[in-house]
């Protein structure tokens, strides 16, 4: 019997063990797609305790606990922070076989050193050593990015963000890059009038214009984009429960944002409109530019409407959903190849469903001018554990090009889940080692730890171009 986490943890084979531990463990992350708090990272906040840290914030821990029948008190109450923490580690034991289990116990053992299972019974004592460690130097925010072997970040910034901290950093000389991401999501928020309106004058202030027209918010979201840019942004991002591709014609997309201004609701149809021009002219900004966009897809959001009321998004109330994906992302997609526009794309699915959908999907419009120009998204929010994992690997493979792939992201609020980088790249390495055992794979570890540390590092670092990033930045300076 193998002891739980231990070196070779998820490893069963030795050459997955000599993938593992010679070719992918030593590699840098480059961690492109997370909700990290660019504010925590330039001021290098320092966590008073392990709750702030490691709960706050964390929707997956909130949903094991809602699910274990504890209080809503205990979860994003006024409970102590003790209290909180002592919750948690009594619903630890009852997330056997989630990741959560796992991924607790990584973090314990990753950055504090602690092997002692979390219960009830060990809580205290692990709660008082976590805390102690985060009050001194080492634990601060940036010493843990180090720590992690972090090279560059990417954090998730609406278009109207100042980006203050992201050149805060960049001329602090903080040696982990962290970049900011064009997420214009609320610019597209047209199903609630009131509050898209506002957002027009948040970002009108923001890009210094008035947006009264159509053409004056492409002027405010060019204006932002090109900033952006000019702090060394390479990437856009977009979470959808589906892609829009109505038809519309530039004189219908007018009237309906004329519409909007004056504080009427667009019809479904001009939703569905406004919506696919928006997702159009963002997508030709990011071509333009040599970006890379992300479409993440599937999430059905925000299911209980009290709870919404009540903690607002993002808490802990989404699930997967089984909306129709095929024919509108076609239509997007070939919508911008026509035109010579379709710049590299990310399509991350939530649905499993949906894997061999767009594994076959994005080898549509590979065009030969980019390796891997089309890539399908890790395992993502509920697929990113061993099973949703290993499917995604399984469809890239069967239908594209595995060793193109650009790899995992952490897709998180906390400082503490860069081991889920480790998770992956064990499966990874454990999937082709049981290809090799099997006599499914050459045993030529020349190719295979190549093919690793690519998957692991070295395509994310080319296909981002996030040298080219530092080269501007040597230029600007």
């Excluded at 029948?69 to 619903?91: P, Q």
């Excluded at 957002?199 to 492409?218: K, N, W």
């Excluded at 409407?305 to 997007?332: H, K, N, V």
């Amino acid at each position: 019997m193998k002891p739980f986490l231990s070196a070779d943890f998820l490893l069963k084979t030795a050459t997955a063990r000599t993938l593992y531990h010679e070719y992918a463990k030593p590699m840098p992350i480059i961690d492109y797609h997370n909700h990290l708090l660019p504010d925590q990272i330039a001021g290098d906040k320092q966590f008073e305790n392990i709750t702030q840290i490691w709960l706050s914030g964390d929707h997956y821990k909130w949903r094991a606990m809602r699910a274990n029948g504890v209080s809503e008190r205990y979860i994003t109450g006024d409970a102590s922070d003790w209290e909180k923490f002592e919750k948690w580690a009594e619903t630890v034991p009852y997330t056997l076989r989630n990741p959560l289990y796992h991924w607790t116990h990584l973090e314990l053992q990753r950055y504090f050193g602690i092997t002692e299972l979390l219960n009830k019974d060990s809580a205290r004592r692990i709660y008082d050593e976590c805390s102690a460690k985060l009050q001194t130097p080492e634990y601060s925010v940036q010493s843990l990015l180090k720590k992690m072997q972090v090279e560059t970040l990417c954090t998730t910034d609406d278009p109207a963000d100042s980006l203050e901290h992201h050149q805060a950093l960049a001329a602090s000389g903080f040696e982990v890059r962290v970049l900011p991401t064009f997420r214009a999501d609320k610019a597209m928020a047209v199903d609630d009038v009131t509050s898209y309106n506002a957002y027009l004058d948040e970002l009108g202030t923001a890009a210094a214009v008035g947006i009264s027209t159509f053409a004056d918010l492409e002027t405010a979201l060019r204006r932002r984009h090109d900033f952006f840019a000019s702090v060394g942004c390479r990437l856009s991002d977009h979470g959808l429960e589906h892609i829009y591709a109505a038809e519309y014609t530039p004189a219908e997309v007018a009237a309906s944002f004329r519409k909007i201004r004056g504080g009427g609701a667009l019809t479904p149809a001009e939703n569905h409109q406004f919506k696919a021009a928006m997702l159009v002219l963002l997508a030709e900004m990011d071509w333009e530019k040599g970006w890379t966009q992300q479409y993440h897809l599937g999430a059905l959001r925000n299911n209980n409407s009290r709870m919404l009321r009540e903690l607002g998004p993002d808490t802990g109330w989404d699930s997967i959903g089984d909306f129709p994906q095929g024919r509108a992302l076609s239509t997007f997609l070939d919508r911008l190849d026509r035109q010579d526009k379709l710049a590299k794309t990310i399509i991350y699915n939530l649905n499993p469903a949906d894997n061999d959908l767009i594994a076959t999907m994005i080898g549509n419009f590979n065009d030969g001018s980019v390796a891997g120009k089309m890539q399908f998204g890790s395992g993502w929010w509920f697929l990113d554990q061993k099973d949703g994992m290993e499917k995604q690997l399984n469809a890239l493979s069967n239908m594209g090009l595995l060793p193109r792939f650009v790899g995992m992201l952490t897709d998180s609020r906390s400082f503490l889940s860069y081991p889920r980088h480790e998770y992956f790249r064990r499966v990874l390495c454990n999937l082709l080692g049981n290809d090799v055992e099997n006599g499914e794979l050459p045993a030529d570890m020349e190719l295979l730890g190549r093919t690793v540390q690519n998957i692991c590092y070295g395509n994310a670092k080319e296909y981002f171009g996030f040298d080219k990033v530092a080269e501007t930045a040597a230029v600007s300076a």
